[in-house]
């Protein structure tokens, strides 16, 4: 398809397990960007690849979170030792230009987590 | 700070009714700003953005959002709703990061 995609659309996972969420940006998209989304909350930043290169990684909320971007094309956030507030739908999104705020960025349709 | 202050958690409207959408930012320079909308299970679409010239920006659906630089403001239009209208809706300022408002749920009665 021509969009964002990720998988695995839902995931639940019992406490303290790692989890890895894949997403599959627009092809030719120089930027990627994860968000996490908690239940009646806007998506907020967690980190962004320009290519390969991972500038900004400021909205990670604890060393228990990695993304990495090997190719410059598909992303894995990974989760370790998961606990119950990381519970929230994870929304990746891609855009066209090298830029880390101002460009048009097109979403997928997220990845559902439950820790329970 | 950078902030996006959508002050409406929930909006009814009557389907045909027209439709305001409050967001208000919080950034020291010119910026960037951007209007999403969230069906269930959907990911998120831009409905419009601004970043410079014509204050009054018109997007897809038949939505329409103006910036006002005096009042912080960057309000989402539509002159009559339809009954697909019905989603979330979200503000956004761009700069160094998108950064989002907490979202203004949209129902629509018939």
């Known amino acids: 398809g021509a969009g964002v995609s990720q998988s695995p659309r839902y995931k639940v996972a019992k406490r303290g397990q790692d989890v890895a969420l894949r997403c599959d940006p627009i092809s030719g998209h120089v930027s990627l960007f994860w968000y996490q989304q908690a239940l009646g909350q806007g998506p907020e930043f967690l980190t962004y690849f320009q290519n390969e290169a991972q500038l900004d990684k400021s909205g990670l909320p604890s060393d228990r979170f990695f993304a990495e971007r090997p190719e410059g094309s598909v992303s894995t956030l990974k989760i370790q030792r998961t606990q119950q507030e990381d519970s929230a739908v994870y929304l990746c999104a891609s855009s066209l230009e090298a830029t880390s705020g101002t460009d048009t960025q097109y979403f997928g349709p997220g990845t559902r987590l439950t820790v329970l | 700070a950078q902030s996006v202050t959508q002050p409406d958690i929930h909006i009814t409207v009557s389907e045909g009714a027209s439709l305001e959408l409050r967001c208000n930012y919080s950034?020291?320079?010119?910026?960037?700003l951007f209007w999403y909308v969230q069906s269930p299970g959907q990911g998120l679409q831009l409905l419009l953005k601004y970043f410079s010239g014509d204050t009054l920006v018109q997007g897809i659906k038949g939505f329409e959002a103006e910036f006002k630089r005096s009042q912080s403001s960057f309000n989402l239009r539509k002159p009559s709703v339809h009954w697909s209208d019905a989603a979330e809706y979200f503000c956004?300022?761009?700069?160094?990061?998108?950064?989002f408002g907490k979202g203004t749920r949209l129902h629509i009665l018939p």
């Open positions: 950034y020291g320079a010119t910026p960037y």
């Open positions: 956004a300022s761009g700069g160094d990061k998108i950064i």
